[in-house]
Antibody, heavy 122, light 105 residues
Framework: QVQLQESGPGLAKPSETLSLTCTVS??????????WGWIRQPPGDGLEWIGS???????YYNPPVQGLVTISVDTSKNQFSLRLKSVVAADTAVYYC??????????????WGQGILVNVSS | DIQMTQSPSTLSASVGDRVTITCRAS??????LAWYQQKPGRAPKILIY???ALESGVPSRFSGTGSETEFTLTIDNLQPDDSATYHC????????FGQGTKVEI
């Protein structure tokens, strides 16, 4: 059974860097056929893909957040991480980590973490 | 960027009904579309990928059709457990989601 679990602070101040970690169990993050991604959902709003990463370290990001976001992998801990810099109130959202399956770049998300609510507020 | 537009935003139906949700892409995405179900306070759950391929374990009353720019998710014999918000997602170019359709029973 594949499981993902997000961890990190639930509160960030404007202009700070938000750091979240996703711990994977039941699968190896070094499984070459999968990508690992982050998706967020502002309260009462739709889903927004942030970016995805392969265990080889190759990330790709949603253009609107490119330059602000870094997604990295730690194969020794079976984890991957999100860093979002210069956060603003509009970054307040539930952040999900997920496994991306299909194709060459992980097309759709077949396993998800439970999500972590991050509030950006002074 | 590829924009995904779902309709309706909300629909109300009864147990046993057939319901259809539409998802339109701003440009052709072939069949590179997935559908998810999300219940309040929970993570989304994959239902369908490649426009019509049913994920393992998903009831056969869920089905998907379409290609290029227009897609539909159909739920036959609607059940109380199907009360949720449904999202479409394209993966032809990067990834983007529709705004969601809330199904009330």
């Amino acid at each position: 059974q594949v499981q993902l679990q997000e961890s990190g602070p639930g509160l960030a101040k404007p202009s700070e860097t938000l750091s979240l970690t996703c711990t994977v169990s039941g699968d190896s993050i070094s499984n070459r056929i999968y990508y690992w991604g982050w998706i967020r959902q502002p309260p009462g709003d739709g889903l927004e893909w942030i970016g995805s990463v392969h265990y080889t370290g190759t990330p790709y990001y949603n253009p609107p957040v490119q330059g602000l976001v870094t997604i990295s992998v730690d194969t020794s801990k079976n984890q991957f991480s999100l860093r979002l810099k210069s956060v603003v109130a509009a970054d307040t959202a539930v952040y999900y980590c997920a496994r991306a399956a299909g194709g060459n770049f992980g097309w759709y998300f077949d396993y998800w973490g439970q999500g972590i609510l991050v509030n950006v507020s002074s | 960027d590829i924009q995904m537009t779902q309709s309706p935003s909300t629909l109300s139906a009864s147990v046993g009904d057939r319901v259809t949700i539409t998802c339109r892409a701003s440009q052709s995405i072939g069949r590179q579309l997935a559908w998810y179900q999300q219940k309040p306070g929970r993570a989304p759950k994959i239902l369908i990928y490649e426009a019509s391929a049913l994920e393992s374990g998903v009831p056969s009353r869920f089905s998907g059709t379409g290609s290029e720019t227009e897609f539909t998710l159909t739920i036959d014999n609607l059940q109380p457990d199907d009360s949720a918000t449904y999202h479409c997602q394209q993966y032809r170019s990067n990834k983007s989601f529709g705004q969601g359709t809330k199904v009330e029973i």
